[in-house]
């Protein structure tokens, strides 16, 4: 696979305002009641015992609702109160890349990856469980994932690769694994790291037992061996589901490095004509577009 154009990329770099509005996130009618009943008894629940933990759930249910204006809200009012807990910081930062406020996210899941250093690496309980409700997400992971991305997001690949390298080294799990193998495989290839995007390639396979990260599976395979390649595209074009403007993503990426550029472009612009801009594929594909447009 040849990678030159990859490394073309590196010299310019791309950092968004904080200017985006908060658009509107299409939900089906049944979920957004779920999801409307679950920050209801959010409330409900601080309420009666207005600590720490009822109140992160808040602002994730507010999140999940599109309300990622009043999560930040709400996630900064416990940063007032809980100043040493490093959830708040975390949460605050994977909502502040939503808004595409990529410099201010670094900031805060810093201070998370601080406050956390010296304790115990717990599991994170799921706001929107997978199939069988177990999660797969550990609060350090989580942190170091979102400060891996937001890091990607602003060009800063040598720290991104750092904090995806420590999301490896952290992941207990397939699900955890392959989702931070599937960004720092890219970051590798675009660093001219060849050998370590190969190594890491390696240890893929579909033997791995996986619960909800099958997307992020799909695109490595296609790294690894495209034989794929049609049945992926007809199912791109075909569905529009958030696994696929994930894979989309991918897929764009893997034409970027074999030079295809008008391809990538093309599969870039289709994710950004989705309506599911909060999702991490639609912001990276905002931040590759702008790089192909300064590089034409």
């Known amino acids: 696979?040849?990678?030159?154009?990859?490394?073309?990329?590196?010299?310019?770099?791309?950092?968004?305002?904080?200017e985006i509005k908060n658009l509107f996130i299409k939900l089906p009618n049944k979920t957004k009641n779920v999801f409307k009943k679950n920050l209801k008894i959010a409330y409900e629940n601080f309420n009666q015992n207005p600590n720490s933990d009822n109140l992160i759930w808040i602002g994730r249910r507010h999140a999940y609702l599109g309300n990622?204006?009043?999560?930040?809200?709400?996630?900064?009012?416990?940063?007032?109160?809980?100043?040493?807990?490093?959830?708040?910081?975390?949460?605050?930062g994977h909502r502040l890349i939503t808004n595409r406020c990529f410099g201010r996210a670094i900031n805060d899941l810093k201070k998370a990856v601080n406050l956390s250093s010296s304790k115990s690496n717990e599991i994170e309980l799921d706001g929107l469980p997978n199939a069988l409700n177990i999660p797969t997400s550990t609060i350090k992971g989580n942190i170091y994932y979102h400060l891996g991305l937001a890091y990607y997001f602003e060009s800063q690949l040598k720290?991104?690769?750092?904090?995806?390298e420590k999301c490896i080294e952290l992941s207990k799990?397939?699900?955890?694994y392959i989702a931070a193998a599937n960004w720092?495989?890219?970051i590798y290839y675009q660093l001219n790291m060849i050998n370590k995007a190969d190594k890491l390639?390696?240890?893929?396979?579909?033997?791995?037992?996986?619960?909800?990260?099958?997307?992020?599976?799909?695109?490595?395979?296609?790294?690894?061996?495209?034989?794929?390649?049609?049945?992926?595209?007809?199912k791109i074009f075909k569905e529009e589901s958030l696994n696929n403007i994930?894979?989309?993503?991918?897929?764009?990426?893997?034409y970027l490095l074999k030079g295809e550029t008008e391809k990538a472009y093309k599969i870039y612009n289709l994710i950004t004509n989705s309506d599911q801009w909060s999702s991490f594929a639609y912001i990276g594909a905002e931040v590759m577009l702008k790089k192909l447009s300064n590089i034409k």
């Open 159 to 164: 720290d991104a690769m750092l904090a995806f």
């Open 173 to 176: 799990n397939n699900d955890s």
């Open 1 to 18: 696979m040849k990678h030159f154009y990859a490394l073309l990329l590196i010299s310019f770099t791309y950092s968004q305002t904080c």
């Open 201 to 234: 390639l390696i240890t893929i396979n579909n033997e791995m037992n996986l619960i909800e990260n099958h997307s992020y599976l799909s695109i490595l395979n296609l790294y690894k061996n495209s034989n794929d390649l049609i049945k992926i595209e007809k």
């Open 246 to 254: 994930t894979v989309a993503f991918g897929l764009g990426n893997f």
């Open 184 to 186: 720092l495989y890219i």
């Open 68 to 92: 990622y204006e009043s999560a930040i809200k709400y996630f900064s009012q416990g940063i007032s109160t809980y100043p040493l807990d490093a959830r708040f910081y975390r949460h605050r």
